[in-house]
């Protein structure tokens, strides 16, 4: 999710929906304040028996990465990748991401969770894969992959004209 031009979240666990819905909440607030209320909101699913993380990126003027997992926030700076969620699903990443040696990073990130999400392989992963960057210069956006994985079911109606051309 993108917060502002400046923070994005990941989220991972159980119910995604109810974790999307929060951070979207906290739109406005201070960067501080949007870890310190990700880190209590995993706490709180934690004590529950329930699986809230989240991954949070901030881009300028400092990049800086998160990850909260059980209600503990780990300051990740130093890493270039970090990664949240179910293990089976992080080993087969790592196979997948080091199956395209000669593709730039973002591409072999891309694919790497497009194939993930795709394959039924892993029972704990599903849905689709939505892709947003932003880099020093230029702010959080979402961008649409030609060849992407999109949501499992949909609608669509189609009709015949009676007219002929």
Request: aromatic share 10%.
């Amino acid at each position: 999710m993108i917060v502002d031009d400046d923070i994005a979240v990941a989220a991972a666990g159980d119910n995604p929906a109810t974790a999307i819905r929060y951070v979207t909440g906290l739109r406005g607030r201070p960067l501080t304040e949007i870890v310190e209320e990700l880190r209590k909101y995993s706490a709180e699913h934690d004590a529950m028996k329930v699986s809230k993380s989240f991954l949070i990126a901030k881009r300028a003027l400092d990049p800086q990465l998160w990850r909260i997992t059980g209600g503990e926030v780990e300051d990740s700076s130093n890493l270039s990748r970090l990664w949240i969620g179910d293990a089976d699903a992080f080993r087969a990443f790592q196979h997948q991401y080091a199956a395209l040696p000669g593709f730039p990073p973002e591409q072999r990130l891309v694919s790497t969770m497009m194939t993930i999400v795709l394959f039924d392989d892993i029972p704990s992963v599903g849905g689709y894969t939505t892709r947003a960057s932003g880099d020093a210069t230029q702010p959080f956006r979402f961008h649409s992959d030609p060849a992407g994985s999109g949501p499992w079911y949909t609608e669509g109606e189609f009709t015949r004209s009676s007219q002929h051309s």
